[in-house]
């Protein structure tokens, strides 16, 4: 691909963010960022990065902004000019969406398009309820009510799958609050842009990823 697209997924915790980065990145080729990630590779590491993290993680509140802007902006810097990208969880807050403008357009790379993935409440509970991570590559997996995890690996590398210390259900109901207090404002900032869309994430995953596929236009990028 000649120049990728750059592309911010945002939704509420459970929205299907991590999902929908895997499903694009089997069509098109694009470098996943995503923040959550990064702080849980951090986490097992034992970093002094992952220890801060945790402690805001698991009472489901935002990373400070000093300890989060810095290493995913330096990230999506490093991503060579003409690759594109899909951020996954940042930015969260206005602050965050400020300095990545700032970063962008400095070096004329604009955001191509900011999809808005929403979700209803009683869904978002239900997904996080059921929801495993891989260890090793870190893919989301639904687990079905009586449906035995400890008998399932990974579908993409077999990796042991683990259920997330913020999936427990008082860290979920402070991320949806500060995903409504601070991150929704960041929509205003994007439609301002005129880069918002909307996608409605209640459907299916296959149905959402239809979506969002048109929405951002990947059989046309998939051609340059
Ligand atoms: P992060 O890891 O980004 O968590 P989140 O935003 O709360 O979102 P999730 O990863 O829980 O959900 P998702 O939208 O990726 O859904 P998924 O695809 O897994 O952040 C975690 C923490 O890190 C934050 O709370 C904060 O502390 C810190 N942090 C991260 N970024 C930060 C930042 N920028 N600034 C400060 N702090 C930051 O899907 C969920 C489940 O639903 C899965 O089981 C999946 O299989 C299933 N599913 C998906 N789509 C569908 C569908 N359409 N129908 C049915 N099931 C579905
Ligand atoms: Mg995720």
């Known amino acids: 691909m000649a120049q990728g697209l750059r592309l911010v997924l945002i939704g509420p915790p459970g929205a299907g963010k991590g999902t929908q980065a895997q499903l694009l990145r089997e069509h098109v080729d694009l470098a996943h960022i995503s923040s959550g990630d990064l702080f849980r590779h951090h986490l097992r590491q034992g970093t002094p990065l992952g220890l801060r993290a945790k402690e805001y993680m698991n009472r489901g509140e935002l990373v400070p902004d000093e300890v989060t802007i810095d290493i995913i902006l330096g990230k999506v810097m490093s991503i060579p000019d003409d690759d594109g990208f899909i951020l996954d969880g940042f930015p969260r807050n206005r602050n965050q969406a400020q300095e990545l403008d700032k970063k962008l357009t400095a070096e004329s790379r604009n955001l191509d398009k900011v999809v808005h993935i929403d979700v209803s409440e009683p869904a978002l509970l239900r997904r996080l309820g059921g929801r495993y991570i891989c260890r090793a590559c870190q893919s989301p997996h639904a687990i079905g009510l009586g449906e035995d ?47 918002l869309v909307e996608v409605p994430g209640d459907d299916t995953i296959a149905e959402v990823n239809k979506q969002i596929m048109a929405a951002v236009d990947v059989p046309t990028a998939r051609k340059l």
């Open 149 to 195: 995890a400890s008998a399932r690996t990974c579908d993409q590398c077999g990796g042991e799958l683990y259920q997330r210390d913020d999936d427990a259900p008082a860290a979920v109901k402070k991320r949806i609050q500060v995903y409504n207090d601070e991150t929704m404002p960041v929509l205003g900032f994007y439609r301002k842009r005129g880069v």
